[in-house]
């Protein structure tokens, strides 16, 4: 399969993972084993980096020299909260530039506030951050993002942990249509045919991270996601055959048949 860039950097898989929902670390890293992903997200104000030296560290379970991370703003629902706390993470991670940027509107929906979003976004990019942004499936609000300067668009499929799928795949089609950075379906991802379709859509990746951590067998679901990611993308490459209601062609050809004339 082919890889997937973003910000320059070329990755093996498309399947972009979470760290948080699983019972322990081992369990993470059993997971993220499993699903074959190269980029892995963490929330800055959630899990151990170090921050607390008596508590396990994210570190240990996923080394950075083996994983690429993505720390995310999970839980802010300010620009001014979102900007503070990927600073924190460019300190905690040694001067990592690569980050997920997520504001949200509401503790109950966690649907993102666009607004927030597009003044935190600019900030960042200024700051020097390479920005893969999380927002609404509002194609001009992704595009007003792209122009802003991040390097990926992350529409959400539907509400973030409700596992209901893509519920406007015109939407998304409208964003992977327009743009000139990777699109990446994030959130709302509930099976492995979820995944499928979004990558059949012509998504460059997908992110995930409640599907796997909270199914009945998060290391097994992982590898279902994987292989969903893998096959996706080849469908979408090979170009499928077109919808049609009725057709008069069959499978197989009818001339030549023996015994007809």
Known sequence: MDNLVIAGQTYASRLLVGTGKYKDF???RRAVDASGANIVTVAIRRTNLG?????????DALPPSQFTYLPNTAGCYSADDAIRTLRLARELLDGHDLVKLEVLGDPNTLYPN???TLRAAEVLVKDGFKVMVYTSDDPIIAKQLEEIGCVAVMPLASLIGSGMGILN???LQIIIDQAKVPVVVDAGVG??????IA???????????TAIAQAKDPVLMASAMRKAVEAGREA???GRMPKKIYTA???SPTTGIIGSK
């Open 26 to 28: 081992d369990e993470t």
């Open 51 to 59: 921050q607390d030296a008596s508590q396990p560290s994210l570190l």
């Open 114 to 116: 666009v607004v927030e």
């Open 169 to 171: 795949p015109w939407n």
């Open 191 to 196: 099976t492995a045919s979820d995944a499928a």
């Open 199 to 209: 990558m059949e859509l012509g998504c460059d990746a997908v992110l995930m991270n």
């Open 236 to 238: 979408y490459l090979a």
């Open 249 to 251: 062609s069959p499978s």
